[in-house]
Nanobody
Framework: VQLQASGGGLVQAGGSLRLSCAAS????????MGWFRQAPGKEREFVAA????????YYADSVKGRFAFSRDNAKNAVYLQMNSLKPEDTAVYYC?????????????WGQGTLVTVSS
């Protein structure tokens, strides 16, 4: 399984970004998919996850109502639409698959994409 995240960048507080994660083969419909983030000096934390069915999505309380997880099976990709961004959302964002998601450790990780939110 290969995962490649993209879409990070610099945005002002209140702005929006959309992260993409391109996956190998049929990963997104085969595994539970997730997004995590790691802020400078902090541990990696859970952001959101989607069940294989695509019908159940979990969000961390800190992003609920602002972030939206979506999936495109035809493109074998998942996305994280991030709205109303705050400086505390600044982090390296990682997509992940499988394993113990949404509550445990994923089996597979992509490389991160940096999101910087300026105040």
């Amino acid at each position: 399984v290969q995962l490649q995240a993209s879409g990070g960048g610099l945005v002002q507080a209140g702005g929006s970004l959309r992260l993409s994660c391109a996956a190998s083969r049929r990963t997104v419909s085969t595994y539970v998919m997730g997004w995590f983030r790691q802020a400078p000096g902090k541990e990696r934390e859970f952001v959101a996850a989607m069940e294989r069915s695509g019908n159940v999505i979990y969000y961390a309380d800190s992003v609920k109502g602002r972030f939206a997880f979506s999936r495109d099976n035809a493109k074998n990709a998942v996305y994280l639409q991030m709205n109303s961004l705050k400086p505390e959302d600044t982090a390296v964002y990682y997509c992940a698959a499988g394993g113990g998601l949404p509550t445990g450790v994923p089996d597979y990780w992509g490389q991160g994409t940096l999101v910087t939110v300026s105040s």
